[in-house]
């Protein structure tokens, strides 16, 4: 899994405007997902806005949910193509119905694909999926006794998916920010200064390396 970190600040370093880091960071998307396909990896989930960015400027805001409907547009044919499977992680309420819609059909497109399961977190915070799985357990009237882990994570966001083996993050800093927070019990983190629209094939070798390398 991937928190795709650092585009303001790959923007700003050039005299840009914010955005255009989050649009050259939605470019790197598709190279990414083909280079992680190319090492066979079968899941690959990236947090591309988080519960907390809805305090970020309105026009940053808006401009994030633009790009997001724009990659939904141009980028779902060619990854139907390439057999990969399209998830959402978080909450589809409190984003736009027209958007929503979007994300639903091409979830749905997809959903019998065999190759990679590229999964994308957004409206996504970790406390508040914990949360959302207490809810729902609540209100199915389960008993206290009966829960246990494996029953809890069924009411996650993402019951289907296996906990991250290794969680990337770009942009130089070190910490989690709200981001699976239940599943990454047990991964093992990389942290990379590269900015994310910079975070290219040679980052990635350099990720997996280190991550061979390590006492699992
Ligand atoms: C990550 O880039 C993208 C989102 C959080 C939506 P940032 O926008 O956080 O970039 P920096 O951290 O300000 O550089
Ligand atoms: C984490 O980046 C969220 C995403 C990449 C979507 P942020 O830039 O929002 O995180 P903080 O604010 O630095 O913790
Ligand atoms: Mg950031």
Known sequence: ???????????????LPRLEGHRQGTENIRRVV???GKYGIKYLTLFAFSTENWNRP???VNGLFRLLAQVI????????RREVRLKHVGR???????????VKQAVELTKDNTGMTLSVAFNYGGRAEVLDAVRSLLSRGIPPADLDED????????????DPDLI???????RVSNFLIWQAAYSEYYFTPTYWPDFGDEEIEKALLAYSQRQR
Do not use: C
């Open 92 to 102: 589809l309420d409190g984003i736009s119905p027209r958007l929503a819609k979007r």
């Open 58 to 60: 309105r026009p940053e």
């Open 151 to 162: 029953i809890f994570r069924r009411y996650l966001y993402t019951p289907d998916l296996p």
């Open 34 to 36: 083909s280079a992680f």
């Open 168 to 174: 990337i993050r770009t942009g130089g800093e070190v």
């Open 1 to 15: 899994a991937i928190i795709m970190d650092g585009n303001g600040r790959w923007a700003q370093e050039r005299g």
């Open 73 to 80: 547009d141009r980028e779902t044919e060619d990854l139907h």
